[in-house]
């Protein structure tokens, strides 16, 4: 395994409804190498979703490549892309999305059990991620008798349990308070260090961005800074009392 | 992804939903439980006849002198139509049936000791036990010698002997008809109607020569009132009767374009009628399961969709983290047949019931075939597949995207 782990070359995204096409992505260049903790930061609207999705292979560009661990997506079928989001993709989302109706260790299980692993081994090694994320105790609950913190931590164990090399992440931190946000993004960090997992999220807040290596920052389908965090943090503060001043009568 | 695992899951979501999965379950029961109870029902009706005719002898026939003209057209044309021993002797060479047998019949006064009563006495020949299947209980049946000797001997039926005599052992005893005694030699074995309409065991059979000598007593000792044939099993009944025609219009010396001065009936007829009945009925009741099951089908196929819709972001999730296309299917599929098998599990236990229920208070006997239970799971399997098929494709084949975008 080498090379980078994502290299996106002029992708596009066109979404239509009906006869009216809404272009979103006008052509985005991209590479992430592996062990990299990238953000993505963007207005509403600047696509940043979009591209999340077909970095997840959620959704297909229309126009591009995308090649994903050395794999072209775009002439991937659906079992193929669902094969690559079981084994290359950990994702974590705003909302947690986790399964009411199962326990945490079931929840933390499922990835496994599409990969074919028993159910024995599966409940086992489930169990051990839900130790790493320090709630190995609460395997036999719902996923509605935890915190929304403790959700997202499930929701990080189920997206590691496959021992993904990619870990996206669709603001995570979203639906969390402050404090809660920050065990989160302590625990990416963690994991992108220790383990060395590629990170992508998608955030609107820029402490969020903070704790990342590297920013991307989207505009109206265009990649408008593509450079390390520090940097593209200190030119968005700047840029904000501008915009600010300018919109202001 | 194992059987199990996709198994679980299915029992999973049904609990989730208990009241809408029963009242879903409910037109798969109904139609299971109306579809099984009728196969039965069907099944034991038919059995039943089958059984009624076979005791009545279906591939028995009654060769009758006369033929559709009335005795005083014949007579004006001075003929006179009678069946003989002869006709009998022929009919019972013929390789189509089993055999052919005479008889005398007449009403006549019964005695013994006190007792005194009209009876029906049958004059007969060994040929009748064979086709009748006639046995004794006691005694010995009355053969060719006996016969030709015009012996005076009688079988009679078990309720004629408890008549007669009473508690005691009527073998060697007399019983006397028109005051000539006849000594008992026989009780016939069992009960039940026959196909001439009379009681077994109230029948009296003496020989054919000595109920013509002693009872009936008429100028033409070779007359017989019918002739009573039984045809072979592997030959059609149909056959059977035109090879009889045939013979006896030969001996009668009958011409091509004249009608037969006898007449052939035939049991068959009436089983053919009413096993075409019976078919038809469990027909139709059949139709009425399978549009219930079809009902039923559409009702699964209803839920499952808006199961789908309801459970869209509950795909999308599976997608995202590996699911693939087929495993939604299956997951899907799965659940709709395993509401549909287990409405088809109540749905057998439901019919069992009821054929327990008409056994006990209808005094008619209908129980569940094997055949008819496994015809029902594959069916329910059938429905649960067919109705689930299109929901369950249509769930994977979402994207998972929109799925993940779905509130």
Not at chain 2, 17 to 29: D, E, P
Not at chain 2, 160 to 184: K, T
Not at chain 2, 187 to 208: F, H, K, N, Y
Request: glycine share 10%; net charge neutral; charged share 20%.
């Amino acid at each position: 395994m080498s090379g980078p782990l994502i290299v996106i070359r002029g992708v596009t995204k066109t979404y239509l409804s009906g006869s009216v096409e809404t272009p979103v992505l006008h052509g985005v260049d991209m590479r992430v190498e592996r062990g990299d903790f990238v953000s993505i930061m963007g207005q509403s609207g600047s696509g940043k979703s979009t591209l999340m999705n077909i970095l997840g292979c959620l959704d297909q560009a229309t126009g591009g490549t995308y090649l994903l661990d050395g794999a072209d997506t775009r002439t991937l079928g659906r079992a193929a892309l669902a094969d690559i989001r079981n084994r290359t993709i950990g994702f974590v989302f705003q909302s947690f999305n986790l399964i009411k109706r199962m326990t945490v260790a079931e929840n933390v299980a499922l990835p496994l059990i599409y990969a074919g692993v028993g159910r024995a081994k599966a409940q086992a090694r489930a169990l051990t991620e839900l130790e790493r994320v320090g709630l190995g105790a609460l395997g036999k609950r719902t996923p509605s008798q935890l915190s929304g913190g403790q959700q997202q931590r499930v929701a990080i164990a189920r997206a590691l349990v496959t021992d993904p090399p990619l870990l996206l992440a669709d603001e995570p931190t979203g639906n969390l308070d402050t404090h809660t946000s920050d065990d989160i993004m302590n625990s990416f960090q963690t994991l992108n260090r220790e383990r060395g997992i590629t990170i992508v999220l998608v955030t609107h807040e820029a402490d969020v961005a903070a704790y990342s290596r590297r920013l991307v920052r989207l505009k109206d389908g265009l990649v408008l800074y593509d450079g390390p965090a520090q940097e593209g943090l200190r030119q968005l503060a700047g840029a904000l009392p501008a915009i600010a001043a300018g919109v202001a009568p | 992804m194992n059987l199990i695992q996709v198994l679980i899951e299915s029992f999973r979501s049904m609990a989730a939903n208990r009241l809408r999965t029963a009242l879903t379950m409910l037109g798969i029961v109904i139609g299971i439980a109306s579809v099984v109870l009728l196969l039965a029902l069907g099944d034991s009706m038919q059995r039943f006849i089958g059984k009624q005719l076979q005791s009545l002898g279906t591939n028995m026939v009654y060769v009758m002198p006369g033929g559709d003209r009335t005795a005083a057209q014949r007579a004006r044309e001075g003929k006179v139509a009678v069946l003989t021993l002869d006709d009998a002797e022929a009919l019972n060479a013929l390789p189509s049936l089993t055999g052919a047998a005479p008889a005398l019949q007449g009403s006549f006064k019964v005695s013994a000791g006190n007792e005194n009563l009209s009876s029906t006495v049958i004059g007969v020949t060994p040929a009748m036990f064979t086709i009748r299947n006639w046995k004794v209980d006691q005694g010995t049946l009355f053969g060719e010698a006996d016969v030709r000797a015009s012996a005076r001997l009688i079988v009679i039926g078990q309720k004629v002997a408890d008549q007669f005599f009473y508690r005691a052992d009527p073998l060697g005893r007399y019983l006397r008809i028109e005051n000539v005694s006849f000594q008992v030699i026989g009780v016939l074995a069992g009960e039940g109607r026959q196909s001439d309409g009379t009681e077994l065991s109230e029948q009296i059979l003496v020989p054919i020569t000595a109920a013509s000598a002693y009872l009936v007593k008429s100028p033409f000792p070779q007359n017989v009132h019918y002739i009573n044939a039984q045809g072979k099993p592997n030959v059609a009944m149909g056959d059977a009767i035109q090879d009889i025609k045939e013979v006896i219009r030969d001996r009668h010396r009958i011409r091509v374009d004249d009608p037969d001065d006898f007449r052939v009936q035939n049991l068959n007829t009436i089983a053919e009628t009413a096993n075409k009945i019976t078919t038809g009925v469990a027909l139709l009741l059949g139709l009425i399961g399978a549009i219930s099951l079809l009902v039923g089908g559409i009702g699964i196929m209803n839920i499952m969709l808006v199961s789908v819709t309801e459970r869209t972001r509950e795909i999308g999730i599976r997608m995202a983290i590996g699911a693939r296309p087929n495993h939604i299917l299956l997951q899907f599929l799965a659940e709709a047949v395993v509401i549909c098998l287990a409405g088809g599990l109540v749905g057998i236990a439901i019919a069992a019931s009821g054929a327990l229920a008409i056994t006990k208070f209808a005094d008619f006997e209908v129980y569940l075939t094997m055949s008819g239970v496994i015809v029902a799971c594959g069916f329910a399997t059938v429905v649960g597949v067919f109705f689930g098929f299109y929901p369950a494709r249509r769930a994977s084949r979402l994207l998972p995207v929109d799925c993940l975008r779905y509130e």
